[in-house]
């Protein structure tokens, strides 16, 4: 079992920042792949971002792409997402979540690997 627990999460005015830490404890972090997904109101979960188990990988959905920076430190079992240049449709619960491969992750099901309980990021306009 892996347990993710979320933080960083708030309310930021469009074009600002925030920076979500994702916390793993359980087996061993460094022998997953990482990412993060969002969930906005009335819309099924969606692929963000993915890093490999050494952080030499990453993969990003288009719509973040230049925006957002996936990062990991495997001495402090810890997975971050940097969220610059926010955009209203940002908004939504952000889920890390582990699985045995980047493209495991980045096709990753709800009921599949697993995930953290989510953090409310809201961007107003």
């Known amino acids: 079992q892996v347990q993710l627990v979320e933080s960083g999460g708030g309310l930021v005015q469009a074009g600002g920042s925030l920076r979500l830490s994702c916390a793993a404890s359980?087996?061993?972090?460094?022998?997953?792949?990482m990412g993060w997904f969002r969930q906005a109101p009335g819309k099924e979960r969606e692929f963000v971002a993915a890093?490999?188990?050494?952080?030499?990988?990453?993969y990003y959905a288009d719509s973040v792409k230049g925006r957002f920076t996936i990062s990991r430190d495997n001495a402090k079992n810890t997975v971050c997402l940097q969220m610059n240049s926010l955009k209203p449709e940002d908004t939504g619960v952000y889920y890390c979540?582990?699985?045995?491969?980047?493209?495991?992750?980045?096709?990753?099901?709800?009921?599949?690997?697993?995930w953290g309980q989510g953090t409310q990021v809201t961007v107003s306009s």
């Open positions: 979540a582990a699985a045995m491969s980047t493209g495991a992750v980045r096709t990753l099901r709800p009921e599949d690997g697993y």
């Open positions: 890093i490999s188990w050494s952080g030499g990988r990453t």
């Open positions: 359980g087996r061993t972090f460094n022998n997953y792949a």
